[in-house]
């Protein structure tokens, strides 16, 4: 079974703190991703990587960086976090090739206080 | 550039009955179109896929799905719901054509209530 492991599931922050969101996959995908969902706006891309250290600029970057460091991993930064930032953040993956699907995290619901 | 409409941001249906959420797509070349299933905090998981094969596509849990292309539509369909479908559902469209790493863009999602 793919695996997919956000390290939190909720996390409580403050205005300004810079924040870690990290991700592990364990089947060796090249391509991992990034989303906020917000009810009523479905899931957003934040920043996609589809290799080490090769990163690209989703729908709505701002605000945000990404690390890959690693293949297995994929960590989501936020610089100074704000309160519109609270959301719930998935991370996905999904080896090279057209029709293959996402595999999602749990997420990590953040509330940036 | 693609994109997902999903109509109907609830949806309610009596246990038995038949399940039917719309998803309808813009793409500029042949797509692949998905539906993936979120339960209550969880992450999203894959009810099925199409990829250019038969246009009549069936997935986990009793759920299908048909690829229309004259009417851009992809959707999602069960005879009889069940109390454990109560979820949010989205429906995900990417080109299909090989590079941009496997980009989705999702639609806004459909709540499905099921009842008694």
């Known amino acids: 079974d793919v695996k997919v492991t956000q390290s939190s599931r909720y996390l409580v922050k403050r205005t300004g703190e810079k924040v870690f969101l990290e991700c592990v996959q364990d089947?060796?995908?090249?391509?991992m991703f990034w989303y906020r969902q917000d009810p009523g706006l479905g899931l957003r891309l934040i920043y996609f990587?589809?290799?080490?250290?090769?990163?690209e600029k989703g729908d709505i970057p701002e605000g945000y960086s990404v690390s890959r460091e690693k293949k297995e991993r994929f960590s989501l930064i936020l610089e100074s976090a704000s309160t519109n930032q609270t959301s719930m953040y998935l991370c996905?993956?999904?080896?090279?090739?057209?029709?293959?699907?996402?595999?999602f995290g749990a997420g990590t619901r953040l509330s940036v206080l | 550039a693609q994109s997902v409409t999903q109509l109907g941001s609830h949806v309610s249906v009596s246990e038995g009955a038949l399940v039917l959420l719309r998803c309808n797509y813009s793409s500029s070349v042949p797509p692949y179109l998905f539906w993936y299933v979120q339960y209550p905090n969880q992450g999203l998981q894959l009810l099925l896929k199409y990829t250019s094969a038969a246009t009549l596509v069936k997935g986990i849990n009793g759920f299908e799905a048909e690829f229309k292309k004259s009417e851009t539509s992809f959707h999602l369909t069960k005879p009889s719901a069940h109390m454990s479908d109560a979820a949010e559902y989205f429906c995900a469209v990417r080109p299909g054509i090989t590079g941009g790493g496997n980009k989705l863009t999702f639609g806004t999602g459909t709540q499905l209530k099921v009842e008694l």
């Open positions: 996905a993956s999904t080896p090279r090739g057209a029709g293959n699907i996402q595999y």
């Open positions: 089947m060796d995908h090249e391509n």
């Open positions: 990587s589809y290799d080490v250290k090769m990163k």
